[in-house]
């Protein structure tokens, strides 16, 4: 599930114009951040857990050529300790310093609540893979935010 979670981010984010580069245009880097926490909440959740299947989805992307033809997925750990503040901190980052392309996560409602606005104000791609705030399928505000359910 976590190969389609990075595969559709890809696919309907800010990098879409990478599927239908011509072969003479250089090898592109896509960096996608990883909006995940290290303690509180319990298992499947911790990035102690979805981190390798995370690596897993890029190898198996960047292993096919035809997915993301003369680009390369790579990728940045970011924490947020299920805040509200550490998630803005993090996408600002993210953005800033690592040119993160597209976000998969958070997964606390507080953080994708924030986070999703700022996402969406930056027309930033955002997959998350839980948070259940109504307030999040608003897709007039949230507009470049999507969820998937386990």
Known sequence: MLFLIIAFLVLTGRTIYILHA????????VTLG??????????PFRIQLLGSAF????DEINSK?????????????????CSAKHTLDS??????DD???????????????????????????TVAYGGTDSA????SIYDTYSRTQF
């Open 55 to 58: 690596l897993i989805a890029m």
């Open 65 to 81: 050529p035809n997915i993301l033809p003369n680009s390369h997925l790579n990728y940045v750990y970011l924490e947020t300790e």
């Open 91 to 96: 996408i600002v980052m993210g953005v800033k």
């Open 22 to 29: 011509s072969s003479t245009i250089e090898h592109k880097n």
């Open 99 to 125: 040119h993160v392309y597209g976000f998969i996560g958070p997964v606390c409602s507080n953080s994708g609540v924030i986070g999703g606005l700022l996402t969406s104000q930056w027309n930033v791609p």
């Open 136 to 139: 999040l399928s608003d897709k």
């Open 34 to 43: 990883f909006l995940g926490f290290s303690t509180g909440y319990g298992p």
